[in-house]
């Protein structure tokens, strides 16, 4: 859900009738998520983070982590998260982003190869 629907919803303009997400939005725990809703097999997880480029070298990698983690720990910036709709996690890490990005990867691999889509 993306902050502008949720502020719909906050305005009563819309009736969301549930996330995706396999939790409740912690900005908007009135609405169930799909498996509450009866339907388990509709989850999906949206995550949100900053890539680099492979082979970036690590020390880079972890500059940039820290800046991350400095700002994710900031309580005002934790309110705007939450107040759109994301939470901040900041005790994740570039393997936590790893791993919980590998279903998906899984997921999409063999279709991009199937349809030979590239990044120009």
Do not use: C
Not at 10 to 15: P, V
Not at 70 to 79: E, F, H, R, V
């Amino acid at each position: 859900m993306t902050g502008q629907s949720l502020g719909f919803h906050r305005a009563g303009n819309i009736r969301v009738l549930a996330v995706t997400s396999p939790q409740p939005l912690f900005a908007a725990p009135e609405i169930p998520t799909t498996a509450q809703a009866g339907f388990p097999g509709l989850t999906y997880a949206i995550y949100t983070g900053l890539l680099a480029p492979a082979r970036t070298p690590k020390p880079i990698i972890e500059q940039i982590a820290r800046g991350t983690r400095a700002l994710l720990i900031s309580s005002d910036y934790q309110k705007m998260l939450l107040d759109i709709g994301f939470d901040a996690t900041p005790e994740s890490n570039s393997e936590h982003f790893r791993q919980a990005l590998a279903p998906d990867v899984a997921l999409w691999t063999p279709i991009v190869k199937a349809l030979d889509l590239r990044i120009d």
